[in-house]
């Protein structure tokens, strides 16, 4: 089992650029989410997905996209990266929204310069 | 909304020695309180959760104390060794609500 895969694992962007971090899971998991992590902060939400096709804003959602239109794939786009973007984004899948094991990737360390 | 506050931000142990991090929360309504253990270069791993009808919980070396009237949780390593060295994270969640996390602690086994 592959678990949650998220792609890249390094990427530098120059202020301006967009991209997008995939982020795909095996678990026929419904619940799926983003989260940045910058030192001293912890994990903040940045966006969430209850399932296909219902997505909604996190702690932290300015400056980000997110899709959600198969149950396994969870793109976040960044649209017009800024230096403020700079830091660690993990994918996390799990079961439901009520309590269990989330699942992390393995993130994405994104520099924008 | 939520809040989680973690304690202390670093710790160093010796080798053998216990060590105990603590997290309270602000949200009477959160019944679930995972730990998550993150090694450098990679994604959290849960390692132990309590939910709010159990007092404690024990998993071999790793135990979790729960106090819903004070609203905080411990986690409690025992005889601890250089691979317990990592960042670890609290976190609460309510039903239907979304994980908040606490900001984290790096421990330091010294052998």
């Known amino acids: 089992n592959a678990g949650v895969t998220q792609t890249p694992k390094f990427q530098v962007l120059k202020t301006g650029q967009s991209m997008t971090l995939q982020c795909a899971q095996d678990m026929n998991h419904e619940y799926m989410s983003w989260y940045r992590q910058d030192p001293g902060m912890g994990l903040r939400l940045i966006h969430y997905?209850?399932?296909?096709?219902?997505?909604d804003q996190g702690e932290v959602p300015n400056g980000y996209n997110v899709s959600r239109s198969t149950t396994e794939d969870f793109p976040l786009r960044l649209l017009s990266a800024a230096p403020s973007q700079t830091s660690v984004y993990f994918c996390?899948?799990?079961?439901?929204?009520?309590?269990?094991?989330?699942?992390f990737g393995q993130g994405t360390r994104l520099t924008v310069v | 909304g939520e809040n989680v506050e973690q304690h202390p931000s670093t710790l160093s142990v010796q080798e053998g020695d216990s060590a105990v991090i603590k997290c309270t929360y602000s949200?009477?309504?959160?019944?679930?309180f995972p730990w998550y253990k993150q090694e450098l270069g990679k994604g959290p791993q849960l390692i132990i959760d309590i939910r709010s009808n159990v007092g404690e919980k024990k998993d071999q070396r790793i135990a979790v104390t729960l106090n819903k009237t004070a609203k905080h949780f411990s986690l409690h390593i025992t005889e601890t060794q250089p691979e317990d060295s990592a960042v670890y994270f609290c976190a609460a969640l309510s039903s239907g609500q979304n994980f908040v996390f606490g900001p984290g602690t790096r421990l330091s086994v010294l052998p």
């Open positions: 949200d009477s309504a959160s019944n679930y």
């Open positions: 996390a899948s799990s079961y439901q929204q009520i309590g269990g094991e989330a699942f």
């Open positions: 997905s209850v399932g296909a096709g219902i997505t």
